[in-house]
């Protein structure tokens, strides 16, 4: 009896250990550092702005390792990397002033910094450049010398919106 007792006990503690032991799988190699794969613009992208005005949002990007299987199979998933360093540099030709011209991401992979159009108009370019992995670099669009005001806004055919639609374009100097 007491031999049946306890291969009872040795059964049901092998099935509350394997599940634990199958999720725990791989938790040791979050130790090793994960090369850059995906760096992605989360927010920020195509904004417009007036020279030398800031542009509304934040420029956010994320930044990715590679795919990752689970102990379960599937596809698999891509980690945050925390702690990157990007660098971010107005591409030639481009006026645009980018603070902090340096960042590190957070636990979630992210980093915000904040754009400001220069004095120059039309379309212009910012290169995000991983240290870890130059070849990794994105560029992200800012427009200058255009705001648009009630883009966002919806209405049905013969309806008069809320908020009049308003573009304004200026040249360099800051005239219409």
């Given at each position: 009896?007491?031999?049946?007792?306890c291969?009872?006990?040795?059964?049901?503690?092998?099935t509350?250990l394997?599940p634990?032991?199958?999720?725990?799988?791989?938790?040791?190699d979050?130790q090793q550092?994960?090369?850059?794969?995906?760096?992605?613009?989360?927010?920020?992208?195509?904004?417009?702005a007036?020279?030398?005005?800031?542009f509304?949002?934040?420029?956010?990007?994320?930044?990715?390792?590679?795919?990752?299987?689970?102990?379960?199979?599937?596809?698999?998933?891509?980690?945050p990397l925390?702690?990157?360093?990007l660098?971010f540099e107005?591409s030639?030709?481009s006026?645009?002033t980018i603070?902090p011209?340096?960042?590190?991401?957070?636990?979630?992979g992210?980093?915000?910094?904040?754009?400001t159009?220069?004095k120059?108009?039309?379309?212009?370019?910012?290169?995000?450049?991983?240290?870890?992995?130059?070849?990794?670099?994105?560029?992200a669009?800012?427009?200058?010398?255009?705001?648009?005001?009630?883009s966002g806004?919806?209405?049905?055919?013969g309806?008069?919106?809320?908020?009049?639609?308003?573009?304004k374009?200026?040249?360099?100097?800051?005239?219409?």
């Amino acid at each position: 009896m007491q031999q049946k007792h306890c291969r009872m006990w040795r059964a049901m503690l092998l099935t509350l250990l394997l599940p634990v032991c199958l999720l725990l799988n791989g938790c040791g190699d979050s130790q090793q550092k994960l090369p850059v794969d995906q760096v992605t613009i989360l927010q920020g992208d195509s904004q417009c702005a007036l020279p030398g005005e800031p542009f509304e949002k934040t420029l956010r990007v994320e930044v990715l390792g590679p795919v990752q299987k689970s102990a379960f199979g599937g596809k698999g998933s891509r980690e945050p990397l925390a702690g990157e360093k990007l660098r971010f540099e107005p591409s030639p030709h481009s006026d645009l002033t980018i603070e902090p011209a340096e960042a590190t991401t957070d636990v979630s992979g992210c980093v915000d910094v904040k754009v400001t159009a220069g004095k120059r108009t039309g379309d212009q370019y910012i290169d995000i450049i991983p240290a870890s992995a130059p070849s990794r670099r994105i560029q992200a669009r800012f427009i200058s010398g255009i705001r648009i005001s009630g883009s966002g806004l919806q209405g049905t055919a013969g309806e008069t919106l809320a908020e009049p639609l308003k573009v304004k374009l200026v040249r360099e100097d800051g005239t219409p």
